[in-house]
């Protein structure tokens, strides 16, 4: 049962802004940072954002993410058919001995 | 640029020991700072960060499988391995092994490597 808790859908057609939210605790997201992965079926993996906000190189802008108190979020600009993946979000928990914790995922379909 | 590549056998059979290794290139197991990673995805299931192990040789496991797992680097090779002991069905998932570059964070993985599969079966 994963403690970081995201919306198990979300949908949006080309050229849309859509929003995956990524709720935990204050032991969790509260206390640390958050990095979200993009994972399409087959293939590895991939570190979106890091330390809340951050893109790694390579990364479009598209992709953006934010973190408020103990939920954090991530947007996608400008829709395309490619973003149709699955999404994680990914933090620690201090109050489990820096467990490293992933979102149940959220599955994104571009309509 | 960094490379990992998972190696080990498709299938275990129940009872017996998973061992996968984790083939590093374009970096040094032993570099100060480095978290190595292992993450498993059960069919249809989510991502679960399984244990990593610090440069150093100290390592973290996740408490559901503390008593199993085992995790070591191998400087020589310049590789890192796990070991979990005693599978069951439920332990059949597909092994990533991963690791950073862009911060010293083990929540923060921007190298992967490819995934292997396991199944537990008889």
């Known amino acids: 049962q994963s403690m970081l808790t995201q919306p198990p859908s979300a949908s949006g057609t080309p050229g849309q802004r859509v929003t995956i939210s990524c709720s935990g605790s204050g032991s969790s997201i509260g206390s640390n940072t958050v990095s979200w992965y993009q994972h399409l079926p087959g293939t590895a993996p991939k570190l979106l954002i890091y330390?809340?906000?951050r893109r790694p190189s390579g990364v479009p802008d598209r992709f953006s993410g934010s973190k408020s108190g103990t939920s954090a979020s991530l947007a996608v600009s400008g829709l395309q058919s490619e973003d149709e993946a699955d999404y994680y979000c990914?933090?620690?928990?201090?109050?489990?001995?820096?467990?490293?914790?992933f979102g149940g995922g959220t599955r994104l379909t571009v309509l | 640029q960094v490379q990992l590549q998972e190696s080990g056998p498709g299938l275990v059979r129940p009872s017996q020991t998973l061992s996968l290794s984790c083939t590093v290139s374009g970096a040094s197991v032993s570099s100060g700072g480095s978290y190595w990673s292992w993450i498993r995805q059960h069919p249809g299931k989510g991502l679960e960060l399984i244990g990593y192990?610090?440069?150093?040789?100290?390592?973290y496991y996740t408490p559901s499988l503390k008593s199993r797992l085992n995790l070591s680097i191998h400087m020589s090779q310049n590789q890192f391995s796990l070991r979990l002991t005693s599978v069951t069905a439920a332990d059949s998932a597909i092994y990533y092994c991963?690791?950073?570059?862009?911060?010293?964070?083990?929540?923060?993985?921007?190298?992967w490597g490819r995934g292997t599969m396991v199944t537990v079966s008889s």
């Open positions: 990914a933090s620690r928990d201090d109050s489990l001995n820096g467990l490293v914790l």
């Open positions: 192990i610090y440069y150093d040789g100290s390592a």
């Open positions: 330390a809340n906000n």
């Open positions: 991963a690791t950073h570059t862009v911060t010293p964070e083990p929540h923060a993985l921007d190298i």
